[in-house]
Every structure is written in C-alpha cells, then in structure tokens.
C-alpha cells in the first residue's frame, strides 16, 4: 500500500480497541478507510482480489506512526501477513511487530517504488526476503534490506519473546532496584 | 565531557546488557491502564508469572470512562467488559488502584505527575504512547504496547535499544496567545512528524525554563507526534516545588536529599548532543492544524499550502479534500461545530484557568458544541473550588466528568459525521475523534475557547 505516515489510528480505529483479547481484529485492519470505497475510489490494497492471501506488505515511509497500540501490528499478522518491507517505520510499531514476530525490514525510497511498482503490474510477483543474508529478491529485481542485528538474531533464534530473557538472573535486577535512591532511600 | 540526563538515568537502571544486544532497563514505575493490559495479564495467567513488583504499579481507568453518566454497568458493553476486566486483574494480581470512585481516579498522564508518582531520575512506562509526558519531570518514560506491558509486569523490566538525543532550545519570549501547545506544534512542524525517530528530545532553553510543569507536560505529551519515543526536561526548582507534599512524595525527612539527587541527574552543562536545534520563541504565532497529522500545521494567519507547494503533493491533496479544505484557503474563518477542551496533553488546572478567562461572560456561538473535560477527578475539584466549572457553564460549555473523552473515540464523547472539531488534544489523524469522517484542528486551550465563541478559527490574541 502507498503513503507515508499511514497511522495506528488508521491501521485500526480506537472504537475497536474495545476488547479484552485480540482476538478477531483482523477484521477491523484498515475498516475506515476500506469502507470510504466505491465509485470514484481505487479499491483499497487489502480488498484488491489479486492481493489476497499476500504475506508481505509494502509500504513507505514512517509507516505505523501515532499510538501504541499492538492492536495494529496483531491486525496486520492475523490477516496474514508475515513481514513488512517499509522505508522507514515508527519507532513503536516497529518494536511491537517485532515482539509478536512480524519483522519490518527498510529499504530505500527508490527500492520500495520500485517494489510497489513491480507488484501491482504483475500481483503474482514473488518476494522472498532472507533476513539472514539481508536480501530481497522478486523475479530480476534484487536490493539490500535492513534488520537491527539484535532484531534479526531473535528472528533467527527464535528468541523474540523478550518475557522469559529478562526474568533469567532476576538476583540483577533485584541489585539494580537495591541501587535506586527512590527504591532504597537516600 | 559532560552527560545527558537520558544517558546518566540509563546507565543507573541498566540491570545488563542482553545477549540480543539490547540493554535489560529496570523500570521505576508501570502506570497501568484499562485498554492495553488486559491481554498482557492475560499471558501472565498462561505463565504462571505474578507482577514482580506490585509496590512499581499503579493502575486506573481513563479511556472507556463516559463523562456523563459513570453509573455501573456501562451501558457500552464492551467497555464494562473492559472495565470489569482491569478490576478482576488488579484484584488477582494486587495492584494499587484508582477505580472509578476513587478521588485520585483520571487521565493516566494527569494522575501519575499529580499524585507524586511520577519523579525525576525514574524510568517509567505505560501502554500509551503518551507516557513521553512523564518526561517534563526529568523522568524517562517509554509509551509501549502490550506485549512489553507484558515484558514489564512479569520482570519490571524492558528490552530496549539506546536513544540518541536532540537538544531543542526554546530561547526568547512567548508573544501574547502563543502557549505551550503552541511550541510543541512549532517544533513538530519544523522537525516533521518522523524527525524524533531513535531520539529522545530533550527541551531547553529559557522558555521552557521559565515553563510550570503543567506546560512543560504539554510540550514533553506531543514527543511521540515528532516521532520520538521520550522527551524531557532537566529538573530544576520547579519541579522540585511541584513535588513537594504530593501523596507519593517523598517522605519530609528524605526529601531534600532527594531533590538534590533529582537536580544531580540534569544534564551537565557541557553534555554533548547528537543534535541540536533552537526554536527562537518571539517568531512564534498561535499554531492551528490544517491537515491529518501534527505536522500539517499553520500559523492562524496563514493560509493553507498547495498541493504543488509541498514535495509530497499527493498527501497534501488527500488531506486538504478529508479536510474539505481548498488550497490557499486562510485557516482563520474555517467554522467548527465542537470545541474540545480535554486530553492528557491539555486538561489541567492551569489549562482550564486560561480557557475561562478567554470564556468569562461571554457566550459559545449557537451552532458549538463546547465542551470541558477536565484531566482528573482533583483537576475538576481544584477547578470547581475556585468557579471554573460556573463560568464554562454560563458561557454555554458543558461541564463533563473525567477522562479521555473526545481525544479518540473509545467512550460515548464522539464527533459526528464530518463534523469540524476545534481540540486541545494531540492528534488529528483522521477519524481519531471517533467518526471516520470527523475532523480534527489541533490547538491550544486558549484557542479552542476563541473558537468555541467565535464558531470559527480566530486568533486567540486579542482576547488573550
């Protein structure tokens, strides 16, 4: 999908942040704007027949920006995407995605274009990213992306549920807190 | 070489660095909210995990809240499910709790700051990315999502990569009807609504010295509108004054030992910066939102841009048409069918006391629907007590309870249709203020009150 600075509020509208479980908010991805449809209106991205059953998402730049809800990004992957291709990502979104084990990987401007231009002459196109080795291939068009190390380790360990790494060697944190002056007293 | 504030309050919470490369933070405080801890309790059940530190968290209710009638059950089932859902889990999990009959319920951006919770020098975070507001209190706040409101109940701590920082000086003098609110949209509109992308800002300069903290909260609430994740200001007398004898202060005989250490950890004055930026205060006008995000912002006597004028023409287009907007319109004249005076970004006491010396014996336009929202239940007492509520009543306000009200569309305060909305909150994507086709002018307090009279975008100044 095109634009920059597509936000949480879009991605899901807060009247659906009302539940107790993520459960079902695939269904609300992107409502507002899929349903501003009809004539004189493209079809959005996620409604274009061809597009479906897609596990890549194209976007641009600062994409994710706005609040934090997970309720976004939990969208975006129980629809069933697996990873995102972006020029660049809010800072949030991006760890949250991470955390539930959708990696966002950067690319340049022009390689998105490119990307995005590619995909909607031929929907058939097949993207394959390698995070490993930092690359993305689809038919003869190939170009670098971009993963924090530590992002793509966990992704590469399987290691990205963070809860269970910091609760090893909980006796450091417990110094850490004993250091604090507005823990221990001064 | 000196050290920032950001980088002296990182290291002393670092517990270590993890194997992923990240740093393991201890986190000084969890404020806890109803809408995104739900499924993070949710997975300590599944664990078997307690909360490690129940004396760190504090919890209360502010986004679902109906600000007209709170009686029990709601009447929107969903958010009584939420509601009943945070009561079970502060219960289960023993949490410190202001529910909705208790007197320190509100706004979680409001109470924190104004029970004494928040303090300098603390590490903080809550599932909101408003949370940078803690950070006008020389504090590190994070907003996070639901799996890291996990991450911290379960460990009190965070998985984080460190922050660059940007130094942004406010120098000079505030004119007449340029506040706080003013400054943060200035910024946003120079740096862009990505510029703060891996940074924390830090705000300096003599106006933000000169700042209360309720301002300086305003400034530090909209970071994450520029894209960064914390924003701060380096603690000093004010703060130190604003503290003092809250509930959660610290006690008498400790404290100002504790003030001492909190101006210890200001940034020294030859720190060094990743970056450095000066917003020069005397060329600054009221700030008016045209567009679909913060930084879509004009001056109230500019005109609206071209899609030609900008290097994103297609954004441009797109927005001035949600807008209903032609290009090269003035914004000043744009009519507003609702005044919003609400939100963790400007619903405290000090805010309500300038909108009502805008309001005082004066009458909303007939068309406006005004309304006041105040950030806390002390915050609407505190106003009360002194008449505040009397005068918005009188000029044609309605006086409502607390919460987040009309900043996005999870209660009953909703826009209708596309209904134009004059708001003291901080953001104007679109539908944020619950009707998918509403529309939002973000502004100061001061300037939703001018416009609530004048039924239309005015300059605060005259009436200033």
Not at chain 1, 37 to 49: A, E, I, L, Q, T
Not at chain 2, 234 to 241: G, L, S, V
Request: glycine share 10%.
């Amino acid at each position: 999908m095109r634009g920059n600075d597509i936000d949480t509020d879009r991605i899901v509208p807060a009247r659906f942040l009302r539940a107790i479980t993520f459960e079902g908010m695939e269904t609300h991805l992107f409502e507002d704007d899929r349903k501003m449809g009809g004539p004189g209106h493209n079809r959005h991205p996620f409604d274009v027949p061809a597009y479906q059953g897609a596990s890549i998402l194209l976007v641009n730049s600062n994409f994710g920006c706005g609040s934090s809800r997970e309720h976004a990004p939990q969208a975006i992957r129980r629809w069933g995407i697996g990873a995102i291709i972006g020029e660049s990502f809010a800072e949030i979104f991006f760890g949250n995605s991470a955390m539930i084990g959708m990696p966002c990987v950067t690319a340049s401007g022009a390689e998105i274009k490119a990307l995005q231009d590619l995909v909607e002459r031929n929907p058939r196109t097949e993207i394959r990213i390698d995070l490993g080795e930092g690359t993305c291939d689809a038919g003869d068009f190939h170009c670098r992306i971009s993963l924090p190390p530590n992002v793509r380790d966990a992704f590469s360990t399987g290691a990205w549920d963070t809860t269970s790494l910091l609760l090893e060697r909980y006796e450091e944190v417990d110094a850490a807190a004993a250091r604090l002056p507005y823990i221990a007293g001064i | 070489m000196g050290t920032t504030l950001l980088k002296k309050v990182w290291d002393l919470h670092t517990v270590r660095q993890l194997p992923t490369g990240q740093t393991q933070l201890f986190i000084g405080l969890h404020l806890v909210h109803e809408v995104t801890s739900p499924q993070a309790f949710d997975e300590l059940r599944r664990h078997n995990w307690k909360v490690a530190r129940p004396d760190r968290t504090f919890a209360t209710v502010d986004h679902i809240v109906p600000t007209k009638v709170r009686t029990r059950p709601f009447l929107d089932v969903m958010a009584e499910d939420m509601m009943a859902s945070l009561e079970r889990n502060v219960r289960d999990f023993g949490l410190r709790f202001a529910g909705l009959d208790d007197d320190r319920q509100g706004i979680v951006h409001v109470i924190g700051p104004e029970l004494g919770l928040t303090q300098p020098g603390m590490t903080i975070a809550c599932g909101d990315s408003h949370t940078s507001t803690h950070g006008a209190f020389g504090a590190v706040a994070f907003g996070i999502g639901t799996s890291q409101v996990r991450d911290v109940l379960a460990s009190q701590c965070l998985a984080l990569e460190p922050l660059k920082v940007r130094r942004i000086r406010v120098t000079g003098h505030l004119p007449k009807g340029v506040y706080a609110k003013d400054v943060i949209l200035a910024i946003i509109q120079r740096l862009g609504v990505h510029g703060g992308n891996g940074y924390a800002y830090e705000y300096a300069g003599d106006v933000v010295d000169r700042m209360s903290m309720d301002e300086r909260m305003t400034i530090c609430n909209m970071s994450i509108e520029g894209g960064a994740r914390v924003g701060y200001v380096n603690p000093d007398r004010t703060t130190i004054d604003y503290i003092r004898g809250r509930a959660f202060a610290p006690p008498a005989d400790q404290f100002d030992r504790m003030a001492a250490w909190w101006t210890s950890m200001a940034s020294d004055a030859d720190a060094v910066y990743d970056d450095d930026v000066e917003i020069r205060a005397g060329e600054l006008t009221p700030i008016v939102t045209w567009g679909v995000n913060p930084g879509q912002s004009i001056g109230v006597h500019d005109r609206v841009p071209a899609p030609a004028d900008a290097n994103d023409p297609k954004a441009i287009a797109d927005a001035l048409s949600y807008m209903g907007l032609t290009a090269g319109q003035p914004i000043e004249g744009m009519k507003v069918d609702v005044a919003f005076i609400g939100s963790c970004t400007n619903a405290r006491l000090s805010d309500l006391r300038e909108a009502a010396r805008i309001v005082k014996g004066k009458r909303v336009a007939t068309h406006v629907k005004a309304l006041v929202v105040p950030g806390s239940v002390r915050v609407a007492r505190a106003a009360e007590s002194e008449g505040l509520d009397e005068i918005f009543r009188a000029a044609g306000f309605e006086w409502r309870g607390t919460g987040c009200s009309m900043c996005l569309g999870m209660n009953p305060d909703k826009l209708e249709g596309d209904q134009v909305c004059a708001s003291s909150s901080n953001r104007n994507f679109k539908g944020r203020q619950g009707s998918p086709t509403g529309r939002t002018l973000l502004m100061s307090p001061a300037m939703v009150a001018a416009a609530a009279l004048a039924g239309e975008v005015t300059d605060v100044t005259e009436l200033a």
